[in-house]
């Protein structure tokens, strides 16, 4: 089993549209969370940390779920701009080193 | 901006070739890690840096290896260079009380 799972995509949306993608992980994947965003041949950015209460950073939401290991993120009123990659990434113990998922394609249409 | 640039952007080299890829950062970062992001997948962890000395290591074999300088600038080397070394090579610094990494722009390395 993969430490970090997110299901690939693409996900189709107009604009407007709400979307919300899901990531799984292992124990080992697990000190903290994030989401980035990565534009085509571009280096990955973060978008948010994501916080055991959940937080929001505009028009997206982060949520953490320990006891079913998942990690979500929802973007609200999606824009053609918000058309990328999105990573879902774990923090692992002892190495400090981040464990990505394989991306979930995301692209907006008018 | 990030302020982490890596040098060079693009570099096309041959099968059994070393390669030394470069990163720097403008705030002098002390932890300093270097990533693998073949097409289609998620970047897979190389190793980290810091001050000076290596702190943790992912699934790579020891032709690839790595240094820091005093001024926390970074180097990647890749001796005996595959096929499948063809990938974008990112670095990262760490800052923040979260453990956020910040990503340089990469370089992209292919292999023929």
């Known amino acids: 089993r993969k430490e970090v799972e997110q299901d690939p995509g693409p996900f189709n949306v107009p604009e407007g549209a709400t979307v919300a993608f899901n990531c799984t992980y292992s124990?080992?994947?697990?000190?903290?969370f994030f989401w980035y965003r990565q534009d085509c041949r571009k280096e990955p950015k973060l978008l948010m940390s994501?916080?055991?209460s959940g937080n929001e950073d505009g028009r997206f939401t982060a949520q953490l779920n320990r006891a079913s290991q998942y990690i979500s993120l929802l973007i609200r009123d999606s824009k053609l701009s918000d058309s990328a990659t999105y990573l879902c990434v774990g923090l692992s113990y002892n190495t400090d080193k981040l464990i990505f998922g394989t991306g979930t394609r995301l692209q907006v249409f008018p | 901006e990030t302020g982490v640039t890596q040098s060079p952007t693009h570099l096309i080299k041959t099968r059994g070739q070393q390669v030394t890829l470069r990163c720097s950062s403008q705030?002098?970062?002390?932890?300093v890690s270097w990533y693998q992001q073949a097409l289609g997948q998620g970047p897979q962890f190389i190793f980290q840096?810091?001050?000076?000395?290596?702190?943790g290591r992912g699934n790579f074999p020891p032709r690839f290896s790595g240094l820091q300088f005093p001024n926390y600038s970074s180097e990647l080397n890749v001796n005996a260079l595959e096929l499948d070394d063809s990938a974008l090579y990112l670095c990262?610094?760490?800052?923040?009380?979260?453990?956020?990494?910040?990503f340089g722009p990469g370089t992209r390395l292919t292999v023929l």
């Open positions: 990262a610094v760490q800052r923040g009380g979260y453990n956020e990494q910040f």
């Open positions: 705030s002098g970062h002390n932890t």
């Open positions: 840096y810091y001050r000076e000395e290596e702190n």
């Open positions: 994501v916080y055991s």
């Open positions: 124990n080992s994947a697990s000190q903290s």
